[in-house]
């Protein structure tokens, strides 16, 4: 893991030092390259993931075979025109892997801009819905 990783884990380890945060539920939500974040940094006592536009800038190969190895909950989501963030949810969706959830929307948005996309379900929505299964 690199530097960035390294600060996805100090952020989580930070997290879970403060009082009004249960430690056994943190579920990490990175977009674009802080989806990579997310996913290096998430461990075993991590509740789940979720992948918005993922990146692959720090996995760039395998990010299927990680996503499957974390055997956490992971809601992977991208527009169908970012086509390496597609491609990727896409590739983890048809794998079959336990707990993963894909999200797909029509346009071409990447990363935060997500949030902007006019297509339903609205993201917030879809995030919140998902937060509050993995953590029943």
């Given at each position: 893991v690199d530097d960035i990783g390294r600060d996805g884990q100090a952020a989580l380890a930070f997290a879970r030092t403060i009082s009004?945060?249960?430690?056994?539920?943190?579920?990490?939500?990175?977009?674009?390259?802080?989806?990579?974040?997310?996913?290096?940094?998430?461990d075993a006592a991590c509740t789940g993931v979720g992948l918005i536009s993922p990146g692959a800038v720090l996995i760039p190969t395998g990010y299927s075979e990680r996503i499957e190895?974390?055997?956490?909950?992971?809601?992977c989501v991208a527009a169908d025109g970012d086509e390496g963030a597609a491609r990727i949810c896409t590739q983890a969706s048809q794998q079959g892997i336990a707990g993963f959830?894909?999200?797909?929307?029509?346009?071409?948005?990447?990363?935060?801009?997500m949030f902007k996309?006019?297509?339903?379900?609205?993201?917030?929505?879809?995030?919140i819905e998902w937060l509050a299964e993995i953590f029943r």
């Open positions: 009004s945060i249960d430690p056994d539920h943190i579920a990490l939500i990175g977009a674009s390259i802080g989806a990579d974040v997310a996913l290096l940094a998430c190895a974390l055997g956490k909950p992971a809601l959830t894909l999200q797909q929307y029509v346009g071409s948005e990447h990363g935060t801009a996309n006019a297509q339903m379900p609205d993201l917030s929505d879809v995030l």
